[in-house]
Nanobody, 125 residues
Framework: VQVVESGGGLVQSGGSLRLSCTVS?????????VGWFRQAPGRDREAVSV????????YYAKFAKGRFTIFKGDTENTVHLQMNSLKDEDSGVYYC??????????????????WGQGTQVTVSS
């Protein structure tokens, strides 16, 4: 299984970015969950949003609700994270991950097995 992220960059505060994640080697429609996580310098990696296509379920961290949207892409095995109203504190490296944790554990990074290399998001005021 390979996980590849794209779409990061520099954006002004209040702006938007769309991150993309492509998972190869496994059909994400069949099982498991795809999650977006982020890590700022000096901080622990934290869950942002998770989606399971088999169950059509989603999870959003409190800070992401109302601003971020996770959804399946038109291309097979692709997941997007649309981020709007970005704030300085949203800056960090954003990682995509694939795994098969039960929904109550979706916010736990250790529950996801396959990870991408990350894409940098920088929000400037």
């Amino acid at each position: 299984v390979q996980v590849v992220e794209s779409g990061g960059g520099l954006v002004q505060s209040g702006g938007s970015l769309r991150l993309s994640c492509t998972v190869s080697g496994f059909r994400i429609d069949d099982d498991g969950a795809v999650g977006w996580f982020r890590q700022a310098p000096g901080r622990d990696r934290e869950a942002v949003s998770v989606i399971s296509f088999a169950d059509i379920m989603t999870y959003y961290a409190k800070f992401a609700k109302g601003r971020f949207t996770i959804f399946k892409g038109d291309t097979e095995n692709t997941v997007h994270l649309q981020m709007n109203s970005l704030k300085d504190e949203d800056s960090g490296v954003y990682y995509c991950a694939y795994g098969d944790p039960p929904p109550p554990k979706w916010s736990e990074t250790a529950e996801f097995t396959f990870w991408g290399q990350g894409t940098q998001v920088t929000v400037s005021s």
